[in-house]
């Protein structure tokens, strides 16, 4: 885990020499400020969701509707690969701050207690079984990512036989119904509802967002953009599926 | 009366020093009286410690009244015993039933060292207030009451604030050992307040630094801390500290 976090720091420490950035990277590299950064790239990350699931929802209008707006994407060309490498860059970081922040609170409690119990009642706090999952719910979605990535990104499923479908939404009505996708696919979107849970929350709560009058409309915001993204997932999928 | 007294088996920390292993020794402690604060019952397990030749339990204490924020313990996995708002000397013994078992650790994180038994050194917090928690003021005679006029409902939150004693309970009950809620409440009882303000950049850059060095955990917004603090420090603090920390570094004065 040491080791993994020193890999994390050296983007930091390489950004920390450039001219006229050292006082922001030593700002970031705080435990606050980790937070802080934690909370813009996932929140980055959840408004790539929506812009994601806007275009999913297209699947709904139809095949024609769908690859118009799958070509018009694709022709952006530049401007596309430089959102595609903004997007991975922020999800690296996201990923090697939650490295980062696990190894200092790995470090902060060496010894484990014999017995631990919480003061919130079970159900006391809806996020507050998700946030002891953040971690691992976090590499689930990574992982399902990579799938993701192969499958309809890269094309690169060697059981699958892409050449023979015509246009985005026949790949996507091949990909998806084939067994493993799908199971992957419904798994990694409860994490990603689980994650999110708990993740916009706390984001808010990172960076400062907190007022008595606005906290219960927050909490209650939150939870409900998180199941309306998964959901909004899990049915594009489930349609897709039940249509093949 | 006899329902008034129960018999415990406890298991209780024991270490030597800071560098030794430390393990749980189990000790049998009958006809305790439920009227007695958990405190009172580890001063009569210590004197049926001694009375029978063996070394007493080192544990920390001094006010009994919850005010100080001497005594911790972590009892049956929550910090301060299973009640709310509750320190340990507030704690008592009806809330243990005849025959149970309760488990006794100290504080454990590693900003927290153990000193022996059940003391741990807390005086990773009394650094973190030295790096900037406190205001600048003249010497001199006593400044008038009300000679600055602040506004009922502002020292209210402050006084909320405020109230943290320090105990260290949020750090012991979070799962990532973080200090951010003790930090958070002894920059926001300053913040708030017009003293606080020659020093207020400066100050949360400074504490939240020096509680880096400490070696404390990352915060996750559990609100665990919350949970388990005998004063109620809200988390709201922590919101605060982290505004505090971003106006600080973004647009505070060098």
């Known amino acids: ?244 | 009366m006899s329902s008034d007294l129960i018999n415990l088996t406890l298991r209780v920390w024991r270490q030597n020093d800071p560098d030794s292993q430390g393990q749980f020794e189990s000790y049998q402690l009958n006809g305790v009286s439920t009227h007695m604060s958990f405190l009172e019952m580890l001063d009569v397990l210590n004197e049926q410690l001694i009375e029978s030749g063996q070394e007493s339990v080192a544990f920390d204490h001094d006010c009994r009244e919850g005010i100080c924020g001497t005594c911790s313990l972590m009892i049956n996995g929550q910090a301060h015993g299973p009640d709310k708002a509750t320190t340990t000397c507030q704690l008592h013994m009806r809330r243990f039933n005849d025959g149970d078992t309760v488990t006794i650790e100290p504080w454990r994180a590693t900003g927290f060292p153990v000193v022996k038994d059940l003391v741990v050194d807390r005086g990773a917090f009394d650094r973190i207030i030295s790096a900037g928690g406190y205001v600048s003021v003249n010497t001199g005679n006593a400044p008038d009451g009300n000679a600055i006029p602040i506004a009922g409902t502002t020292q209210e939150v402050a006084m909320d604030a405020a109230a943290c004693i320090g105990c260290g309970a949020c750090v012991a009950a979070c799962k990532n050992a973080s200090a951010m809620l003790f930090v958070s409440a002894k920059v926001s009882q300053l913040a708030i307040l017009p003293q606080g303000q020659q020093e207020r950049s400066e100050r949360v850059v400074s504490m939240v630094s020096q509680m880096d060095d400490e070696g404390f955990g990352s915060c996750t917004n559990t609100s665990e801390c919350e949970a388990a603090c005998p004063a109620e420090i809200s988390v709201s603090n922590i919101a605060r500290l982290n505004r505090e920390y971003l106006r600080a570094s973004l647009c505070g004065r060098d």
């Open chain 1, 1 to 244: 885990m040491d080791a993994l976090c020193r890999i994390c720091c050296i983007p930091a420490e390489l950004l920390a020499k450039v001219p006229g950035l050292g006082p922001l990277i030593r700002m970031c590299c705080t435990s606050v400020g980790q937070k802080v950064l934690m909370a813009l790239t996932g929140l980055a990350l959840c408004g790539f969701l929506v812009t994601h699931l806007s275009g999913n929802l297209l699947l709904f209008a139809g095949e024609e509707a769908f690859n118009t707006y799958a070509e018009k994407l694709h022709s952006m060309g530049a401007l596309l690969k430089a959102a595609e490498v903004g997007l991975l860059a922020t999800f690296l970081a996201h990923l090697g701050l939650a490295v980062s922040t696990t190894a200092m609170s790995r470090r902060a409690r060496s010894k484990q207690y014999a017995q631990k119990e919480s003061k919130q009642g079970a159900f006391a706090l809806p996020s507050g079984g998700a946030s002891n999952w953040m971690l691992l719910t976090g590499l689930g979605i990574g992982a399902f990512l990579v799938l993701h990535l192969v499958d309809l990104k890269f094309k690169l499923r060697p059981d699958l036989d892409y050449a023979t479908q015509d246009g985005a939404y026949a790949t996507v009505n091949m990909v998806l119904p084939s067994p493993v996708s799908f199971v992957a696919y419904s798994v990694a979107l409860i994490l990603l509802g689980i994650h999110l849970s708990h993740g916009v929350r706390s984001a808010l709560q990172s960076l400062g967002v907190s007022h008595s009058k606005w906290n219960k409309l927050i909490e209650i915001g939150s939870m409900l953009f998180a199941w309306a993204i998964a959901l909004g997932f899990i049915c594009v999928l489930g349609w897709v599926v039940l249509n093949s």
